[in-house]
């Protein structure tokens, strides 16, 4: 199962690139999807062939909401928008791909020092989880448009939740849910800013929300 496991690490730090590269809103928004797709799979391929009931559950949940609700969430205020890509980010797109490679190296050497206090199932799990938290910061800063700005939150939420997968491996079923549950009402609450942003202004970049200021 270690094999199943690097592969969707790979899957997720290699998903968190592309974000960074694409300025299209509706491929970052199912690029967004699959990642949390792979996220979903996380934890039966840490637990191993014997799955509990509780993280076949989890699974479940986590690829229904985010990989199929939230998307459908935020697929539908695009369709409201007349907003179809990122068109001038605050950081381009290059210095955002450098960004991600600067952020996966320095993740590789902050677990260099925490290797003899975190025990996980892969020696990967610990620097992508903190390579993905780094990546969505950043999308949440450097974008314009409030829907990368979502996606951003998003990878940073998979980050939290993979590096917490990784440290504790017996964490309760309605620990899990509870943080599921803040991601659902998060990802509502941003649909519906960026839909009702959308129908008074027309547009869904938050960076023109300065001119609201007195």
């Not at 509990?52 to 697929?75: D, E, N, Q, R």
């Not at 409030?146 to 998003?154: D, E, H, K, P, T």
């Not at 849910?177 to 129908?199: C, E, H, P, W």
């Not at 202004?201 to 300065?210: E, T, V």
């Amino acid at each position: 199962m270690t094999t199943f496991l690097d592969t969707i690490l790979v899957l997720l730090i290699l998903t968190s690139f592309m974000l960074l590269g694409l300025s299209r809103l509706g491929a970052c928004i199912r690029m967004g999807a699959l990642q949390g797709m792979m996220v979903g799979l996380l934890p039966l391929a840490i637990r191993g062939p014997g799955i509990a009931a509780h993280a076949a559950l989890i699974g479940v949940t986590i690829i229904g909401l985010k990989g199929f609700m939230f998307p459908f969430l935020l697929s539908r205020a695009l369709r409201e928008s007349d907003t179809s890509r990122e068109v001038q980010p605050f950081v381009g797109y290059g210095a955002s791909l450098l960004f991600g490679l600067l952020s996966l190296v320095a993740a590789f050497w902050l677990d260099a020092r925490l290797q003899a206090h975190v025990r996980c199932a892969s020696g990967l799990v610990v620097p992508v989880a903190l390579s993905m938290m780094m990546m969505g910061l950043f999308l949440i800063v450097a974008r314009r448009t409030a829907v990368n700005q979502v996606i951003g939150y998003l990878v940073l939420e998979n980050g939290i939740y993979a590096f917490g997968l990784a440290i504790a491996l017996d964490t309760p079923v309605l620990i899990e849910l509870g943080v599921l549950m803040d991601a659902f009402v998060a990802v509502f609450v941003m649909g519906i800013a960026i839909y009702r942003i959308n129908r008074e202004f027309d547009h869904i970049d938050s960076d023109r929300l300065n001119t609201l200021k007195g």
